[in-house]
Each structure stands twice: as C-alpha cells, then as structure tokens.
DNA sequence: TAGTGGTCTAGACCACGGA
DNA sequence: CCGTGGTCTAGACCACTAG
C-alpha cells in the first residue's frame, strides 16, 4: 500500500474555508493521478491500479476515484475495460489516432497513411515557433518537413517544430525507421504523450514549393491547418502547419 | 406524481436474459428524458423537474436519475446550475451559438454576426438534399441563402436547406424580422433544437455568385463547410453549405 | 431558510474477460 | 473461478441561489 501520494489522505474537503477555492475530492485525486502519469509511473498502453487499490492508495472510497477516472477517461487519457482494468491511452491504438487525423476519403473506405520523411534538422525558432511552443526566440528546435500519401497519391504537407530540448536524439534516421504514427514514436522512444491539440483552419492558396510535393498547380486552394498539441498540463509541445489537399478527402469535424 | 411513463417503474436491470442486449437503467432514463424533449414536454430554456422528483417519477434512485442527467448535460441538451436547476439548453444562449459558429478572428475579439438573408424560397430537393435529409426527391425543401458579416466585413455565404414540412410558414419575412440566431428562431418557433451537427471541410475556389458577395475575385481560396444538422434521436432536419473567407478568420477545432 | 444541484460514502450486486 | 469495471441504492452533508 503506497501512501506517499497522502500521508494526511487529500484535503478534507469538510474542513475548508468558505472563501476558499473550493476542489471536489475528486478532482484532488484526478490531479493526483495526472501527476502521477505525468511522472511515467504508468506508460502508455500500461494497466493503473484497480479502482479499490487507488482507493486505498489515497484514502478515499472507490466511488470518489471512480469519478475522477471518469473524467480523465472522458479527456481519452485513461481508457476503461470492463473485466479488464483501465490503461493508459496511446497513440498506437487506431482508435486514438483516428481522432487526431481526421481526413476522410469523400468515397470509398479509410485507409492508412504512407509517411515520407522529406527533412528533419535543428534550427532555432523564430518569434511565432517560440510563441507557440512557449520558448525564447532562438531556442533549439527540431524541424521536420514530411508528406502524406494515402493510395500512393500525395495528399498532405507537414511542417512540424518540436521543442529540442525534450526530444533529443530525433533524427532523420529514427524517424524514418518509425512505421507508426509520429505521435507513437514520441510516446515510447521521449515519454511525451499528446492529450489535446487546438487547430487553427483556413483554406489557402498552394505555394510553389507545396504545391510541388503534392502535384498540383501553384495558387490551386488548399486546407491549411495550424496545430499546436498539448501533454499533461496543458504544456505544448508540438507547432504543426499542415496543407491538406481536399480533392479527395475531407476533413471532419463533429459540433456538439 | 406522474406515473405515466412507468407504471411499473423501468424495466428491472436485475432479471434480463444473458443473452439480451443489456440497457442499464440510467440509460433507459436518458432515453425517457430525451421522449419528453422531443414530445416537447419541457421548452429550450425551461427548467426541468428536480432530480429527486425525476426519481420518484420514474421509480429509481436519485443518482440513477443524475447520471442520466450527467449524460445529457455533456451532450449539450441540458445545462445545469447549481443552486437553480436543470435547464433546456437553447440556442439563443450565446455559449451554445459559440459552439456551432467556429469562426474566430486572427486578431481583435470576436464579435457578432450580422446576417443578412438574401434568398428564401421553397423548392424541391434534388438527390443530394434529398439523401442528407432523409427525404424523397422532390419533396419539398424551404432554401434559403444568406450572408454573415462581421464588423461589416462580408465573410460567409450559407446556402441552407431545411424539409418544408417541418418548418411550415419559414418566410423571408419570418426570417427577417428575427434577429437572434437562425437556430433560436427555429427553436421557438418552430419547436425543432438542433443538438448536434456533423461537418466537412473542404479547400474550393470561389465561385462567381460567392465571389460576388464576399467582395473577392473568382477563385480565390474560400473554407468549404458542408453541415448536417440533427434533432434529438439523430433526425437530420438541416444541410447547410459555408463558404468561409478565412483572410480574418478561422475555424478553430480542439482535438481531444 | 428552503430548494436545487454537487459531493462522498459504504455496500450490494451485475457484466465481462481471462485463467 | 476470480478480479476487473459498471450499476444502483440510501443516506448524509456541502455549495449555491433566491426569496
């Protein structure tokens, strides 16, 4: 029985101040358990605790885990199995990453995307890199310019900066030896998990350079997609400009 | 007590066959709370029952009663607030029209929209109308096109088909004089919430007739959004095609 | 002060998956 | 068969809102 998390369980919700912030047990545990991940106690794809076993690593009752496990399952950090147990999402499982690419053929079935690794050097960010990825202007970042092919026909154009300091050792060769999704090879190989990404969209005309890469003619109108990914803490760790061609594909999205 | 939905309460979870597709009860209560909706038992905006009064009503505890809730209120179809109640969400709420309208601006604050209804006249659907809305060809579908600016600035064209027999009486006129929110309008008037909507993006050059009334030239690169928009238990009631010019703009999305 | 939603608990039992 | 998550209950108490 670990008790390290809370020798004096959480703060007794009971006890607190009026005009205190007021946090639900709950979420006390929720956070706790974000940490927890964010520490690598648990991997991606690993199996966490039963919910007793939490229960009574912070001295609370199962049913208050339970909710706070609810809530990370819902954010698709934590998946549930009945008869299982619950693990830790990861990217190589399709399902997640078919949330996080969501380009849809206009007819016929779904089919994976074949990735072509076109650059991939360290430079230093410029002021709206480091903006986005919450660094100094001149900070080392690692740049990887890659296309997409989906039926052999090129399709997408990513230009994605990444923070050098978190993935040291990211190199044209380790990413050309990755078969799986991009987000997969930062999971095993840098303990980085994307839990969130905010895009940005607009529908632009093809620079010369892009419109190369994807066969097309210069100015021809393409989706282009801002993407800055997040891991636990809302810390981002990924700027992505993304160009879609949308000929063939779409790109959906579900308004609830 | 209103015993009409169950008199003897819901079915029993405890004594089903193995074999039969297993329903827990709070889904059952979901689907209860979504008749009445759709029966229009309760308005957008108006406060349902207490929860302890939903458990009496329909003969289960007060937490199965808040779980059914707790669903519902993550779909977006109720809103609670605590120390007040439950409520009907509507459209006319501004936190619910910031959901469906995901234009925001690159710099400045957002701002909202002035709509200006350029077309409205009933037709029938070709096949393509037809197929989204689940209708026949040539039933007859109200069309209406309109233009949205902001800060004056022309920035979407909507070409809107809506089944003619679900919104009978939907006249320029209707359409003129509302103010708000197209979905507020038909909420209150028409009794119809939209709940959820499914959308596809695509990069298309301007047609003339957009470019026309978005100030452009022709082919400019414009944000395709093609929507279907569905009531409660996945009725399709509306298609909507977008043209977005995304020069101020774009369309934000979070991938969770 | 009353009424609403929100939290937390303890316990019983069911559904599911795998040994 | 056991261990996991999933459901349901009853009851106590807290937090928020409004009259």
Not at 239 to 254: A, K, S
Request: hydrophobic share 40%; charged share 25%; with cysteine.
């Amino acid at each position: 029985m670990d008790l390290t998390d809370s020798p004096s369980p959480v703060q007794a919700p009971a006890r607190r101040e009026q005009t205190a912030a007021f946090s639900p047990l709950y979420q006390q545990i929720r956070q706790l358990l974000l940490q927890a991940l964010e520490k690598g106690e648990w991997k991606p794809g690993d199996m966490i605790p039963s919910e007793f076993d939490l229960a009574r690593r912070f001295h609370v009752s199962q049913g208050t885990v339970r909710k706070a496990i609810d809530e990370l399952a819902a954010e698709h950090i934590l998946i549930r199995r009945q008869g299982k147990g619950t693990f830790v999402a990861t990217h190589r499982e399709p399902v997640v990453r078919f949330r996080f690419l969501r380009l849809s053929p206009s007819d016929g079935e779904a089919v994976p995307a074949e990735s072509e690794i076109l650059w991939c050097r360290k430079m230093r960010a410029n002021a709206e890199v480091a903006a986005a990825l919450d660094l100094r202007s001149g900070d080392g970042v690692i740049y990887i310019r890659r296309l997409l092919r989906f039926r052999g026909e090129p399709t997408v154009v990513d230009d994605i900066y990444l923070p050098a300091s978190m993935f040291k050792g990211l190199t044209m060769a380790v990413l050309t030896e990755n078969d799986g999704p991009l987000y997969g090879l930062l999971e095993t190989r840098f303990g980085v998990s994307m839990v969130r990404a905010d895009e940005r969209l607009r529908a632009v005309p093809a620079a010369e350079d892009v419109a190369q890469l994807l066969n097309i003619e210069c100015n021809k109108p393409l989706l282009r997609v801002d993407r800055v990914s997040y891991t636990y803490g809302d810390r981002a760790v990924e700027l992505r400009y993304g160009h879609y061609l949308t000929d063939q594909y779409f790109y959906r999205n579900t308004l609830m």
